[in-house]
């Protein structure tokens, strides 16, 4: 399994980005798909996660500010991200579960400048 993600850049504090995660095979194998993010010196946690059916959860600091929803037929897993903050700073990682393997994209960057 392939993820690849797009999307990131550079923003203002309150903007918008979508990151995008295509994956190499139909995600409706894929148990559930997630959101990381890293910052520079830090572990990388928990954003958004989505299963099979649709169920989503999120962490504490994003709710109400980011969605993750899914495209089945373009095999894509989405992160809508609104009213951005600096600390949202990182690099954004898809992961997927599939089968009893982990698989993780290269990461894309998402900087919110002040």
């Known amino acids: 399994v392939q993820l690849v993600e797009s999307g990131g850049g550079l923003v203002p504090a309150g903007g918008s980005l979508r990151l995008s995660c295509a994956a190499s095979v139909s995600i409706f194998r894929l148990t559930v798909m997630k959101w990381y993010r890293q910052a520079p010196g830090k572990e990388r946690d928990f954003v958004a996660i989505?299963?099979?059916?649709?169920?989503?959860n999120y962490a504490d600091s994003v709710k109400g500010r980011f969605t993750i929803s899914r495209d089945n037929a373009k095999n894509t897993m989405y992160l809508q991200m609104n009213g951005l903050k600096p600390e949202d700073s990182g690099i954004y990682y898809c992961?997927?579960?599939?089968?009893?393997?982990?698989?993780w994209g290269q990461g894309t960057q998402v900087t919110v400048s002040s």
């Open positions: 992961h997927a579960v599939f089968g009893r393997s982990h698989y």
């Open positions: 989505i299963t099979s059916s649709g169920g989503t």
